[in-house]
């Protein structure tokens, strides 16, 4: 009989040993985390992240850009933040992130004001999503919970699989989806296109390509700052209206055809998501509770906790 029992009583006890690891690495984000160890931790935060942005407004859509492109590689572990070193191939120099990704000064910033107050306790990757959050508040958008506890990572990945702005409604879809993301959280997130700039070689091919699904008023616009043959590293906003304020701009601008990159345009183009970009431009509430619920749900990809990565002193390298 014993010999009967004692597997199940094993295989039982491992069960339930599994279950409760499994519900603790679960429990291990928390909007608590530094309540004992750095009580004052978000103040250091929002207090560098709000003179950064005071200073230049455009600051806000990069720490926003940094954070997704951290969290859409290995998950939300500060690997973006690594520079080049004998061990570490960085992202810093991949192709989507070279002389483009910006704000890692405003993060080392906030960090260092956190190793002066508790040393080794906040990681950067907490640090990045708070600050893409105060980002957003100090432009006039929505603020959210961070859940806390993530830690950082001990290297970095080059196999960079961000979505394109050359991509169709399809693969959008999908490369959110991969992520846990779905097409509402796809469009909503989208939205951070309401601020920020992009590069003139990044939507040449939309403003000369006289599609139908552009106005050509906005591609003639357009063209005087990007010239067909020169001129790549010219910017444009994203959003021709309010390219400084957090608001629903960008989605009114997508039902006239004024999206900049063919990656916003096809969110309006006759598809799955002509709906939800009509009830956006409607309703500027319901953009940005949908914003802020997909900001959480993009925070919390894969993130390292318990034991698993390290915390860094310094963000740009490994202790």
Not at 145 to 169: Q, Y
Not at 218 to 246: E, H, I, M, Q, Y
Not at 283 to 293: E, K, N, R
Request: charged share 20%; proline share 4%.
């Amino acid at each position: 009989m014993a010999s009967h029992t004692t597997p199940c009583i094993a295989a039982l006890s491992c069960l339930l040993l599994l279950l409760s690891s499994f519900s603790q690495c679960q429990g291990q984000l928390s909007p608590t985390f530094y309540d004992k160890t750095c009580p004052n931790a978000l103040n250091i935060i929002r207090t560098t992240v709000r003179q950064a942005v005071s200073t230049e407004r455009r600051m806000a859509a990069s720490l926003v850009r940094l954070h997704f492109h951290d969290c859409f590689v290995q998950g939300c572990d500060a690997s973006i933040l690594l520079d080049e070193s004998p061990t570490i191939k960085g992202e810093k120099t991949a192709l989507p992130n070279l002389d483009s990704a910006r704000g890692y000064d405003v993060i080392e910033a906030a960090k260092d004001e956190l190793e002066k107050t508790c040393p080794g306790i906040v990681s950067c990757a907490d640090v990045l999503s708070v600050a893409a959050r105060d980002a957003i508040a100090a432009v006039g958008g929505p603020s959210w919970t961070v859940k806390l506890g993530r830690r950082d990572s001990t290297m970095a990945s080059r196999t960079i699989d961000l979505p394109s702005p050359f991509d169709n409604l399809d693969r959008l879809i999908s490369s959110f989806a991969s992520k846990g993301l779905n097409t509402r959280d796809m469009v909503a997130l989208s939205g951070a296109h309401t601020l920020g700039q992009a590069r003139c070689f990044l939507f040449r091919d939309r403003i000369y390509g006289n599609g139908t699904d552009i106005d050509v008023g906005f591609a003639n616009t357009r063209r005087r700052n990007c010239p067909k043959d020169t001129g790549n590293g010219n910017l444009a906003p994203l959003d021709l209206v309010t390219p400084n304020s957090f608001d629903n701009n960008y989605y009114k601008n997508l039902l006239q055809k004024k999206g900049l990159l063919q990656s916003d345009q096809v969110l309006f183009s006759g598809g799955a998501t002509d709906s939800i970009v009509s009830e956006y431009a409607r309703s500027p509430q319901v953009f940005q509770a949908d914003f802020a619920s997909a900001m959480i749900k993009m925070s919390e990809i894969q993130p390292l906790t318990g034991q698993n990565g390290i915390i860094r002193k310094v963000c740009g390298a490994l202790n």
